[in-house]
């Protein structure tokens, strides 16, 4: 190919018998350059197309250097696995590729609506940088603009305006952006107003592998007709920090997270601000939906909604038997919904919140700040449940289920005088209202001027 460079293997001989030298070493293939042009034709031999095909059989880690330009697909075909026609199809096993651009709004990968943009498949290894994936699209597929079956890092990296356009009956799809079955780890970039229509929802990024973002990563403005209009977490374990997720819709549940019922599926989030996400009428966590092992730390959950008269955990809906939720250092304020502004407990669910506000929180019925379901249990320490707003228990209702509070003041909670309910601390009240056959225990803590 006219634009590659490989640098040639080398190793020392060994000397004769009779003199001083260094043993033989083995040949080592060193990593191969590309530099494709983005005014060559798709698939021609200086195409970017051209260098992924080589860089699959050459047996070399291999470099693809690109421009400040915009490399547009011209190749139709989604049906093949070889990056002939349709996406970059990245496949050799053991070595690693590497896609650098020259900045994130500088160089474009666009796949002009022909296919998904890139396929990482199994056992392969991928890192991009700098660069934008845009324009992808799949039918009934998963990941619109990227898919992940191998290892993955994307650095830097905007994956924008990409879709997963099908919902066919008994054959579930997800991942407007991305979809993930392998090992990612997201640093840094923005995964941006990407779509998808498939049972698995998932518009920004659906992930059933180990995933990880960090380093500033934004999520944002994506959307799925089903679940998880920013993420939906199927399996496995995903570390997310230092990252901001926003104005995300799911239509169903979970605007900015779904995590699926399975305490198998493990979650952190550290120093994620997730905010101002929804859901559509009477949907179930407007920032997060949660069915797994999940544990928020240094976090804001903050200006999220679910609309509509049956809507649940305007900031965090947490259901599933064996599934645990443990906050710690965050916020959850200004969230709003029916029943359960700030978070919202089903029945024998567990939960522990630990130096953690609980502020501001609006809803049209029960719970501004706090909502605990029948035979669930849980602990609040060191925290400050205060200004919600609610028409029947406004800083916290609880109904069946088993609530210990520590050194936690309950302050300046409003229910609706209008409402059924109000006035007295317990029954009804702007602070406590406790439902059938609660159990309630309170250690130095003060609930006052709650109305």
Do not use: C
């Not at 026609?85 to 070595?95: P, S």
């Not at 890192?127 to 603009?145: A, F, K, Q, R, S």
């Not at 198998?264 to 949907?283: A, E, F, K, R, S």
């Amino acid at each position: 190919m006219n634009n590659r460079s490989a640098v040639r293997p080398f190793s020392l001989r060994r000397r004769n018998a009779n003199s001083a030298g260094f043993e033989r070493l083995e040949p080592r293939l060193l990593l191969a350059t590309f530099n494709p042009l983005a005014s060559a034709a798709d698939g021609s031999p200086d195409s970017l197309r051209a260098a992924v095909i080589a860089s699959n059989t050459n047996g070399e880690d291999d470099v693809i250097e690109l421009g400040t330009a915009e490399y547009i697909f011209s190749l139709s075909g989604d049906e093949e696995d070889n990056g002939a026609t349709g996406d970059l199809d990245v496949r050799e096993q053991g070595t690693t590729l590497t896609i650098r651009g020259k900045g994130i709004d500088l160089t474009v990968i666009n796949a002009d609506f022909l296919d998904r943009v890139i396929e990482v498949h199994n056992d392969a290894t991928l890192i991009l940088e700098d660069l934008t994936l845009t324009n992808g699209t799949v039918g009934n597929e998963n990941g619109g603009g990227f898919r992940n079956l191998g290892t993955a890092t994307l650095r830097n990296v905007k994956v924008h305006n990409n879709f997963q356009t099908e919902n066919v009956q008994g054959s579930p799809r997800g991942g407007g952006g991305i979809n993930s079955l392998g090992d990612l780890v997201i640093e840094g970039g923005v995964i941006s107003a990407n779509v998808s229509a498939g049972a698995f929802g998932g518009g920004g990024i659906y992930n059933t592998g180990n995933l990880t973002i960090r380093g500033g990563t934004i999520i944002e403005g994506n959307q799925a007709n089903r679940d998880g209009g920013g993420i939906r977490i199927a399996f496995r374990t995903t570390h997310i920090e230092d990252a901001i997720i926003r104005n995300n819709t799911g239509i169903n549940d979970g605007g900015g997270i779904f995590i699926v019922n399975d305490t198998d599926v493990h979650v952190t989030l550290d120093n994620v601000q997730i905010i101002d996400n929804d859901t559509g009428t009477d949907g179930r966590g407007g920032g997060i939906r949660n069915g797994g092992m999940l544990t928020i730390t240094n976090s804001t959950i903050e200006g999220n909604d679910t609309p509509g008269t049956n809507a649940r955990g305007g900031g965090i809906y947490h259901e599933n038997d064996d599934a645990n939720l443990s906050i710690m250092t965050s916020s959850i304020i200004g969230n709003t919904g029916d029943t359960g502004g700030g978070v919202y407990i089903t029945s024998e669910s567990t939960f522990d919140i630990t130096r953690t506000t609980i502020a501001n929180n609006i809803v049209e019925d029960d719970g501004a700040g706090l909502w605990n379901g029948s035979l669930s249990s849980g602990t609040i320490d060191n925290s400050t449940i205060s200004g919600n707003q609610a028409k029947r228990g406004g800083g916290v209702i609880f109904n069946y289920g088993a609530l210990d509070i520590t050194n936690t003041p309950t302050t300046n909670n409003r229910a609706d005088k209008d409402g059924p309910l109000g006035g007295s601390v317990f029954v009804g009240g702007g602070g406590i209202k406790g439902g059938s056959a609660p159990t309630l225990t309170l250690h130095n803590t003060i609930v006052a001027t709650n109305f």
